[in-house]
């Protein structure tokens, strides 16, 4: 489990606090997303889950972050690291070494994971992943979404509890971007790996995930179900945070009287639901 209590963190000679008053629980086995509006200070929470803060950014910090019963104040980088794992957005300069092979390797030398483990490890990451037929290939002529699960695959060789990825699909399409969360369901549902994604693609953490937090202006403005909190469209519209159209209509249906069910979250409920609506009207 990963506990924020109370937590503040001001980067150095930052006129004001990127994140305030934290108080958030992730639970063992969660697949949550994390949306807000851009400088939300969403990053900023990443970085104290894998210990970037204070390891890395120094500043002010005030409470407490618990990962996994630990103070990640108290912890070193490495053994954050071999909880959690980290993927960014922009993998490319992430990347240490030229071959698939050697950059899933790189990770687990560092971490010193004994030599008898190794290939297993190699092996079942890619496997994990889907992309053991990448093992060889240079890491340079890897499409945008290969080189996001060779990042995921590095990440996961070393057995991580939490994986962590900030923007994900930034620099992917729209099909690369549904396998990148298709996979990442497999790995939570089969794995029982807790999954914490920042995303801006909302339609893709309504399919996927199950529990969403709001951040804005470096506070929780709303955490919950995905359902329970896109429930309110206009209070999301209002921090610049653009619920799916399915569900603002159906939120609309609802203000108008037309119905009491909770909001749509697709396309096929929002047709259901409208369904149901003119079945009633016409009767
Ligand atoms: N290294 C840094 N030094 C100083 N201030 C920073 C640093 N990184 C981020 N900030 C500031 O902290 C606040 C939160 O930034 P953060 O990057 O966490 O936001 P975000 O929600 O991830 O935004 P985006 O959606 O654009 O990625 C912003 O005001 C930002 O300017
Ligand atoms: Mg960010």
């Given at each position: 489990?990963?506990?924020?209590?109370?937590?503040?963190?001001t980067?150095?000679?930052?006129?004001?606090?990127?994140?305030?008053n934290?108080?958030?629980?992730?639970q063992?086995?969660?697949?949550l997303?994390?949306?807000?509006?851009?400088?939300?200070?969403?990053?900023?929470?990443?970085?104290?889950?894998?210990?970037?803060?204070?390891?890395y950014y120094q500043g002010?910090?005030?409470?407490?972050?618990?990962?996994?019963?630990?103070?990640?104040?108290?912890?070193?980088?490495?053994?954050?690291s071999l909880?959690v794992?980290?993927?960014f957005?922009?993998?490319?300069?992430?990347?240490?070494a030229?071959?698939?092979?050697e950059?899933?390797?790189?990770?687990?030398?560092?971490?010193?994971?004994?030599?008898?483990?190794i290939?297993?490890?190699?092996?079942?990451?890619?496997?994990?992943?889907?992309?053991?037929?990448?093992?060889?290939?240079?890491?340079?002529?890897?499409?945008?979404?290969?080189?996001?699960?060779?990042?995921?695959?590095?990440?996961?060789a070393?057995?991580?509890?939490?994986?962590?990825?900030?923007?994900p699909?930034?620099?992917?399409?729209?099909?690369?971007?549904?396998q990148?969360?298709?996979?990442?369901?497999?790995?939570?549902k089969?794995n029982?790996?807790?999954?914490?994604?920042?995303?801006?693609?909302?339609?893709?953490?309504c399919?996927?995930?199950?529990?969403?937090t709001?951040?804005?202006?470096g506070?929780?403005y709303?955490t919950g179900?995905?359902?329970?909190?896109?429930?309110t469209?206009?209070?999301?519209?209002?921090?610049?945070v653009?619920?799916?159209?399915?569900?603002?209509?159906?939120?609309?249906?609802?203000?108008?009287g037309?119905?009491?069910?909770?909001?749509?979250l697709?396309?096929?409920?929002?047709?259901?639901?409208v369904?149901?609506?003119?079945?009633?009207?016409?009767?």
């Amino acid at each position: 489990m990963i506990k924020f209590e109370n937590f503040s963190f001001t980067y150095p000679d930052a006129p004001a606090p990127a994140l305030k008053n934290i108080n958030l629980e992730i639970q063992k086995g969660a697949f949550l997303g994390i949306i807000g509006p851009s400088g939300a200070g969403k990053s900023t929470l990443t970085y104290a889950i894998n210990g970037a803060i204070p390891h890395y950014y120094q500043g002010v910090c005030q409470g407490q972050v618990m990962v996994d019963g630990i103070d990640v104040f108290d912890s070193t980088p490495e053994t954050i690291s071999l909880k959690v794992g980290s993927v960014f957005g922009d993998v490319e300069s992430f990347f240490v070494a030229s071959v698939v092979e050697e950059e899933i390797l790189f990770g687990l030398e560092n971490f010193n994971i004994p030599r008898s483990e190794i290939e297993g490890r190699i092996t079942s990451a890619l496997d994990a992943v889907g992309i053991s037929e990448l093992r060889y290939r240079s890491i340079s002529s890897l499409s945008g979404g290969q080189k996001q699960k060779v990042a995921i695959s590095a990440a996961i060789a070393l057995r991580p509890q939490i994986l962590l990825l900030d923007e994900p699909t930034s620099e992917l399409d729209p099909q690369s971007s549904r396998q990148i969360f298709s996979l990442l369901r497999t790995l939570n549902k089969s794995n029982g790996m807790t999954i914490v994604v920042v995303e801006q693609k909302i339609m893709l953490l309504c399919e996927y995930v199950d529990r969403l937090t709001v951040i804005n202006d470096g506070e929780i403005y709303s955490t919950g179900s995905v359902r329970d909190v896109l429930s309110t469209p206009s209070k999301l519209e209002k921090i610049g945070v653009n619920c799916p159209r399915v569900t603002t209509l159906s939120s609309k249906l609802a203000a108008a009287g037309l119905t009491n069910e909770p909001v749509a979250l697709n396309l096929n409920e929002a047709e259901s639901m409208v369904r149901r609506i003119i079945r009633d009207y016409i009767r």
